[in-house]
């Protein structure tokens, strides 16, 4: 079985202030990594995801998570963060394999400040 | 592409009730489709997964005669909550994941969630 733990549940940042969301796992066998935005009374939109290649991934919308196999960990960075950035941040892992189901983190809410 | 649909998107029924909701995949054929509960301020939790023309697999703790998933086909997963009660009240959440065996098929993509309100 794997599990996630986002190490902050709340983050308030100032608008173009850099945030990092912290996620680290633990699994016994190779993992699909996510990180989910939810805004308020919406569903989850998929931000980023590291399958395999570059340990950096990027989103287009600033966004950065680096996967760090022996820290087990896939921290998410934005260098500037917009007031829209407010909302809820979800790590999730899933085994490489089939039926994979997710695990999420218990969630990062980021307030962001003018 | 890899759009979910969830309806309805806020329902309000009474005790005893029972409510149905439906999960769309619009754009693409999902063989398994799953369904998530999130309670105010909380993660998701995993109820259960469900392939079409198979049963659904539930999670521990999770009473499959209350909660009644159906895939009948590869666009469409339902959930109805059977003989609803206040606790049962809560967001609920599908998604739904595409075959194959490339990587991406591994990807679920969400839906806009149904708020589940019961009086």
């Known amino acids: 079985a794997q599990s996630v733990t986002q190490l902050d549940s709340q983050v308030p940042v100032f608008e173009e202030a850099p945030v990092e969301l912290r996620c680290n796992y633990s699994s016994s066998v190779s993992v699909y990594l996510f990180w989910y935005v939810q805004y308020p009374n919406q569903g989850l939109q998929l931000l980023l995801k590291y399958l395999s290649g570059s340990t950096l991934v990027e989103s287009i919308n600033g966004f950065e998570a680096e996967f760090n196999k022996s820290q087990t960990s896939f921290h998410l960075r934005k260098p500037s963060v917009h007031i829209s950035d407010t909302a809820e941040y979800f790590c999730?892992?899933?085994?490489?394999?089939?039926?994979?189901?997710?695990?999420f983190g218990g969630g990062t809410r980021v307030l962001v400040k003018p | 592409g890899a759009v979910v649909s969830q309806h309805p998107s806020r329902v309000i029924c009474k005790s005893g009730t029972s409510v149905k909701i439906e999960c769309r995949s619009l754009d693409f054929q999902a063989t398994t489709m799953f369904w998530y509960r999130q309670f105010p301020k909380q993660s998701l939790m995993l109820m259960a997964t469900s392939n079409e023309g198979s049963k659904a697999t539930y999670e521990q703790g999770v009473e499959k005669d209350k909660f009644l998933i159906n895939h009948a086909s590869l666009t469409l997963s339902t959930l109805t909550v059977t003989s609803a009660h206040p606790e049962d009240s809560s967001f609920y959440i599908c998604?739904?994941?595409?075959?194959?065996?490339?990587?991406?098929?591994?990807?679920?993509?969400f839906g806009p969630g149904t708020r589940l309100t019961v009086t």
């Open positions: 999730a892992v899933s085994r490489k394999a089939a039926g994979n189901k997710l695990t």
């Open positions: 998604s739904a994941r595409g075959g194959g065996g490339r990587e991406d098929a591994y990807e679920q993509y």
